[in-house]
C-alpha cells in the first residue's frame, strides 16, 4: 500500500509523504538505475523479503513504514484518499495500461488547516521553534525541504 498524504508547514508549503516504507516513485528510480534497497522495505510476489525493486515492482509490494504501528496510517490514508475521493484503492491500479504514469486514476485527499480560524495566533511561531529545535538535533531535510 502507498498512498501520500498532503498537509501545510508552517510556511506554507505542501508536505508529500508516503504511508510505506519507501515512495514507488523512489522505488521506479532504484529500479531503473539497477540500485538494490533495504531488505524490509518490500516482498516480492511470493511474499519474502527482497531487495530488489524490479521484483516488488513485479507483483510484490512496499511495506507500510513503522512496521505494525505504521500499518495502521495505511489504511487509514486510503479511506481518505480512495473511498472517500472514489478513487482506487492502491491494490487495484494496474500500471500497465498506463505507460509512463506514476499515479493512473488514484484519489488524492488535500487536508488545509487554516490556524487563525481556530484564533492561534502563536502557532507560526511555535512551529518555528519547533523546526528550529529539530534542525539543531541534526535533522537535515525536514518535510517540504528539497531534496
Given at each position: ?6 498537509t501545510l508547514?508552517?510556511?506554507?508549503l505542501?508536505?508529500d509523504?508516503a504511508?510505506s ?5 523512489d ?48 489504511p ?6 480512495s473511498?472517500?475521493?472514489?478513487g482506487q484503492?492502491?491494490a ?32 507560526s ?21 528539497r531534496?
Amino acid at each position: 500500500m502507498s498512498n501520500s498524504v498532503t498537509t501545510l508547514s508552517n510556511r506554507g508549503l505542501p508536505i508529500d509523504f508516503a504511508t510505506s516504507s519507501m515512495s514507488n516513485g523512489d522505488l521506479r528510480i532504484a529500479a531503473r538505475e539497477g540500485h538494490s534497497i533495504p531488505m524490509g522495505t518490500g516482498i516480492d510476489a511470493s511474499g519474502a523479503l527482497s531487495d530488489s525493486p524490479s521484483d516488488i515492482l513485479n507483483g510484490g509490494a512496499l511495506l507500510p513504514f513503522g512496521g505494525h504501528k505504521g500499518a495502521a496510517v495505511s489504511p487509514m490514508v486510503e479511506v481518505l484518499a480512495s473511498a472517500l475521493t472514489g478513487g482506487q484503492f492502491s491494490a487495484q491500479v494496474d500500471f500497465s495500461g498506463h505507460p509512463g504514469a506514476e499515479t493512473p486514476k488514484t484519489g488524492q485527499i488535500v487536508i488545509v488547516i487554516d490556524p487563525a480560524r481556530g484564533n492561534n495566533a502563536a502557532f507560526s511561531s511555535r512551529v518555528a521553534k519547533l523546526i528550529d529545535v529539530i534542525r539543531q538535533a541534526g535533522q537535515p531535510r525536514l518535510p517540504s525541504d528539497r531534496r
